[in-house]
């Protein structure tokens, strides 16, 4: 395979250009954290960014930050932690999930083109909800830019939102210029024991719905608690509610959210247990056991993850962890078999979500589709739109809808 | 823009009028078909009155079948379509075209379902934004953006304009808090994009339409995120003896990791009109005023309340007042509501820009904006959104004399060249419409216009929904499609190859 290596956006825009003029698939990848989800793409050339990096912009007053796609984001974390700031939706490290990428551990493009958030995209939105410009060249090999540096624009289409999640299959990323927030002074996590999914699931809307403004809110059921934190937490189902912001006032909610569940026992988890354990469930820790037993990422009301993942149960053998208030299910599916026409049927009689495979392996990937299908007029509106940024097809072809 | 270009009106569309009328009649009967000029009067103009257009003919359906079947109709005879929510829009959003079906979606106006666990609302787009946030106060909830326009603006509206409000900073923008929608395409297919579920399984469409300005399908259902109401709110009002201390107070405010709920700065000549119309009690002797509101748990307030004070005292602050009961913190706001009436009140004509720049610029383009008032001979009064850097400049002036109403239009044109030229944007609220559309160039190059008009082109391939409005240019489909292909080397045959 050969790899481009651009250094900069006249060189992106070139090997696109003449990709686009061949007709030549090119896999588009940052540090390929994530190359391994989706279909498996055919390709004899990669359009490799990882060497388009570093930071252009950052004004931690004016909440913004402005980086080259390639730029790893633990740089971009590593400046922000300097200044007490953050990248408020908390996005995923694939890598202990998967395996694979370099040390670096992925990059700002890459979070963006696969919309790659955490357990704080509950209260402060996705990475997408953080874009607010970008640079971009399109399957055409065409140069193009949308959106700004500021966070009130309206000023045309937003591309941003359509780029983010896109997965490199519209347009290849150059630069971004996210907003960037304030970083919790301090955090304590309160663990609900002993509930089971249900009781997890109403205990955690309770939560929500009230004043205590919880920022992650996920439930371990038992069998999977225990393997948290090296084993800290013991075996009993923990339902944990993540509590940031200054000192007197997470005390104060703590207290608050307490008074909820009188009835319950509850743990308090200090600061640093606390980011430990939220790192653990934002990387899919417990299902990062080196195999490639197939694992789902689902999406579905919160209301409605513990039906279907007991639903799921009774007809194929998994274990499930939740994340968002019970509305995102992690799922690995003990049998080896991925069970995706049962899953996928399961998310329609449940109100509508997505379920996408995250780790498979190639040949499964290629045999069942790994995004969430479409139909009818929203397919065709989705292959209209690939097809206005792409017309020959040549960015990670296939790797989203079937070819 | 007062000789403002709209498209050609069709002369076959028009030929064809009374058909027209009458088929409307078969698809939605009754009273939601409006063809009498004394009855279309009253939808000839939205927000920006200055510009009136009689439509072809009005139709309020009341179903999404209907919404379907009119759209398809229109789509197979090459009829324009203009959306229109409750008319509010500041930019000429709904302006009618004189070809063109004026589709209003006023009367879907329920509410289908609050759902308190999943924290959402499943609403009609003509319900209002305020009427969500009625919906769920008895629980205590709210929903978070809120446009001042408020009372009157639709839901369906605010995800057409991407609306925004006071809140913004904290809470986020619309596309910041739609879940999912229901939408009818140009040619007449109903999709659902999102739910009650987070992100989406494909493509973000749902944050393609939010903000396109009824220019790529027309909402049927939107579903809202509702938030518990904070516990308290309160207030600060700040006085400063300069726009430059104002705005570094904002910037120590940020810089000290705090987000305040609301964040509004007003200048001299607002503070003087605002004043002397609601009589809220504001300083007359500062050159900018600074409100502060934050919201939380009575802790978190009290602490912060403590901090921002100290803030605006190394600031120079010549005025701090802070909000000791819900009444007062309501008094501070008081005049800031009022800018825009106060400001009418001291002039016959007002009009207001909207334009956002990154906040630190504010100083050198408040100073921009009274070089260009002495140019043009006319006021401005500034009320700016310190939190996210969103500018209303209101310029004033009078329609009665001639030409003003051309020379206001200039300055503001030259204050959102301004804006650009700084760092900032063209819109940050209102949108582009009419209005700014023949401003976009300032904004983006050739290569910009043609990539989102060719999101439009896998919408609505005819350009039958709401022609005239955000793009200066129409450009052919299939001419933005030909694709210019150079077979040839390989590119940087040097670089070392693996």
């Known amino acids: ?403 | 823009m007062s000789g403002l270009t709209m498209p050609k009106p069709d002369a076959a569309t028009l030929a064809r009028r009374a058909e027209i009328v009458a088929d409307m009649r078969t698809i939605v009967p009754g009273e939601g078909v409006v063809d009498r000029v004394t009855g279309m009067r009253a939808f000839e103009t939205d927000g920006l009155t200055a510009y009136r257009q009689l439509p072809l003919v009005v139709v309020l359906p009341e179903t999404v079948r209907q919404v379907s079947r009119i759209l398809k109709y229109c789509n197979e005879r090459n009829i324009r379509v203009v959306p229109r929510g409750a008319g509010t829009s500041l930019s000429g959003g709904a302006l009618p075209l004189e070809d063109a079906v004026l589709l209003v979606m006023s009367r879907f106006n329920r509410i289908l379902e609050i759902d308190y666990e999943n924290r959402v609302v499943v609403a009609q787009p003509g319900v209002t934004n305020l009427g969500i946030t009625h919906a769920v106060e008895a629980e205590g909830f709210y929903y978070a953006p809120d446009p001042s326009s408020q009372i009157a603006c639709s839901i369906g509206g605010n995800v057409a304009e991407n609306s925004g409000g006071v809140h913004c900073l904290k809470y986020g923008l619309t596309t910041n808090n739609v879940l999912g929608i229901e939408m009818v395409l140009m040619d007449g297919e109903v999709i659902r994009l999102g739910g009650r579920h987070l992100d989406s399984g494909g493509y973000d469409l749902l944050g393609l339409m939010t903000g396109s300005e009824g220019l790529l399908g027309v909402v049927t259902e939107v579903t809202v995120r509702i938030l518990k109401k904070p516990e308290t709110a309160r207030a600060l009002l700040i006085g400063f003896p300069s726009s430059e201390q104002a705005g570094q107070c904002v910037a120590d405010i940020i810089g000290a990791g705090i987000i305040p709920g609301g964040m509004e700065m007003m200048d001299r000549p607002a503070i003087h009109a605002a004043e002397d119309f609601v009589h809220a009690g504001y300083p007359l002797d500062c050159e900018a005023l600074l409100i502060v509101e934050l919201d939380g748990p009575p802790a978190e307030v009290d602490h912060l309340i403590g901090a921002v004070e100290q803030i605006a005292a190394n600031n120079g602050s010549t005025v701090c007042r802070i909000s000791r009961s819900e009444e007062e913190r309501l008094t501070f706001w008081a005049g800031r509501k009022a800018a825009f009436p106060a400001v009418g009140r001291i002039s016959p004509d007002y009009y207001c820009m909207d334009g956002t720049i990154p906040r630190k610029e504010l100083p050198r383009v408040l100073a921009g904006m009274r070089d260009l008032s002495e140019k043009y001979a006319l006021r401005v009064a500034n009320v700016f959104h310190a939190g996210d850097g969103n500018l209303h400049p209101l310029i004033l002036y009078d329609a009665n004399k001639p030409g003003e109403l051309e020379k206001a239009e200039a300055f503001g044109a030259d204050i959102l060249r301004l804006c650009v030229q700084v760092g900032g944007v063209l819109t940050g609220e209102h949108g582009v419409g009419v209005e700014k559309r023949d401003l976009m160039g300032e904004m983006f190059d050739q290569a910009d216009l043609d990539q989102q008009m060719r999101v439009k082109c896998a919408f609505d391939p005819n350009h039958l929904l709401n022609p005239g409005k955000v793009f200066p240019q129409l450009r052919r489909c299939a001419e933005l499609g030909r694709m210019h292909v150079h077979r040839g080397q390989m590119p940087f045959p040097d670089i070392p190859r693996f």
């Open chain 1, 1 to 403: 395979m050969t790899a481009f290596t651009p250094t900069t956006t006249e060189e992106v825009r070139e090997v696109v250009a003449w990709a686009a003029g061949e007709g030549a698939p090119l896999e588009v990848l940052g540090h390929g954290t994530k190359r391994d989800i989706g279909r498996p793409i055919q390709s004899e050339h990669a359009l490799d960014l990882s060497r388009l990096g570093g930071i252009t912009l950052y004004e931690p007053n004016e909440l913004v930050l402005g980086a080259r796609a390639g730029t790893p984001i633990a740089e971009i974390e590593a400046l922000l932690g300097e200044h007490g700031q953050q990248l408020a939706f908390e996005p995923m490290d694939y890598r202990p999930l998967l395996g694979g990428g370099n040390a670096s551990g992925g990059t700002l493009g890459g979070v963006v083109a696969a919309n790659v958030s955490g357990p704080r995209r509950l209260k402060a939105g996705a990475a997408r909800d953080h874009v607010l410009g970008i640079h971009a060249v399109s399957g055409r090999g065409e140069a193009f830019k949308s959106g700004g540096r500021v966070v009130k624009n309206v000023t045309g289409y937003d591309l941003s939102k359509g780029l983010a999640g896109s997965w490199g299959t519209l347009a290849v990323l150059t630069d971004i210029v996210v907003k960037v927030l304030p970083a919790a002074e301090t955090e304590v996590t309160l663990a609900l024991r002993g509930l089971l999914d249900d009781a997890a699931t109403a205990a955690m809307a309770a939560a929500l719905g009230s004043s205590g403004e919880v920022s992650a809110a996920a439930h371990l059921p038992q069998g999977i608690s225990g393997t948290m934190l090296g084993g800290m937490l013991g075996d009993e189902s923990a339902t944990l509610l993540r509590l940031e912001g200054f000192g007197p006032s997470v005390a104060y909610r703590a207290d608050l959210l307490k008074g909820l569940f009188p009835q319950a026992r509850i743990d308090e988890i200090d600061a640093d247990r606390s980011r430990a354990i939220w790192r653990e469930v934002r990387d899919c820790v417990p299902f990062a056991d080196g195999t490639d037993k197939p694992v789902w990422r689902v999406s579905v009301a919160p209301s409605e993850g513990h039906r279907l993942a007991l639903a799921l149960r009774m007809q194929a053998p998994a274990m499930v962890f939740y994340d968002w208030q019970g509305g995102l299910i992690w799922i690995r599916m003990e049998g080896g078999d991925p069970e995706a026409d049962l899953l996928r049927a399961l998310i329609r009689s449940h109100g509508g979500g997505h379920a996408t495979l995250v780790r498979a392996s190639p040949s499964m990937r290629a045999a069942v589709g790994p995004f969430e299908p479409q139909e009818g007029a929203l397919a065709a509106l989705s292959a209209r739109l690939k097809a206005q940024f792409d017309p020959n097809g040549i960015l990670n072809p296939g790797r989203m809808a079937g070819a």
